[in-house]
């Protein structure tokens, strides 16, 4: 089979689910340039553009997952180009973008790294634990940990507060950091949690 024969019957392996996956991969990857766009300009009104972004993909993932089971289309590669379309979305954009709304303290950045690193950890521990999972009952019916889409609580409150023009520095004990950090810290946090177990709407 010729390279653009494989290219092409790619395309049609794509079921309309994945759409609204790739659809909210888009979103991610657009939010990440919005927020790169917002430190170069220092138009605000590009960071919330970013913030916007990420709500669009966050209904294009629970639309993606509808999809799926309403046309009983379900697949190991929707399931896996879901995964990765989170990362980007849930993951790396709302640090992007939580680091150019102003969160860029040396511990501010680590956080925000330990939060998307979670992200990742919760994505892929999912993927190998899904099956298991479903074996005992035929379907996922609980999540381990916080589903990666729950960081839109963090950025939110995070866009919040830099619309407001307050990020809320402190610097306990000599350290410098922006509380909203915190946020993105306990949302990491809880993703990676095994004992913590959200039933699967």
């Known amino acids: 089979?010729?390279?653009?024969?494989?290219?092409?019957?790619?395309?049609?392996?794509?079921?309309?689910?994945?759409?609204?996956?790739?659809?909210n991969g888009f979103c991610g990857v657009a939010a990440i340039f919005a927020a790169m766009q917002f430190l170069a300009v220092d138009a605000p009104r590009l960071l919330v553009l970013a913030g916007c972004l990420v709500a669009v993909a966050f209904v294009c993932d629970v639309v993606d997952g509808k999809v799926a089971r309403w046309r009983h289309s379900a697949s190991a590669m929707g399931r896996e180009l879901d995964s990765l379309a989170d990362v980007i979305s849930f993951g790396v954009a709302p640090a992007a973008i939580a680091f150019a709304a102003g969160l860029n303290r040396p511990l501010d950045q680590a956080i925000l790294i330990f939060?998307?690193?979670?992200?990742?950890?919760?994505l892929a521990r999912f993927n190998?634990?899904?099956?298991?999972?479903?074996?005992?009952?035929?379907k996922v019916e609980y999540f381990e940990g916080t589903p990666i889409p729950t960081s839109v609580v963090p950025?939110?409150?995070?866009?919040?507060?830099?619309?407001?023009?307050?990020?809320?520095?402190?610097?306990?004990?000599?350290?410098?950091?922006?509380l909203p950090v915190v946020l993105f810290f306990a949302s990491g946090s809880l993703m990676v949690s095994k004992t913590l177990r959200i039933p699967k709407l």
């Open 1 to 23: 089979m010729s390279q653009s024969s494989r290219h092409f019957s790619m395309i049609r392996d794509l079921r309309l689910a994945d759409l609204f996956t790739l659809a």
């Open 115 to 122: 939060f998307a690193l979670c992200g990742l950890s919760r």
């Open 128 to 138: 190998v634990t899904a099956d298991a999972i479903a074996a005992r009952t035929g």
């Open 155 to 178: 950025l939110g409150l995070t866009l919040a507060a830099f619309l407001n023009g307050d990020l809320y520095p402190v610097a306990p004990f000599g350290v410098q950091f922006h």
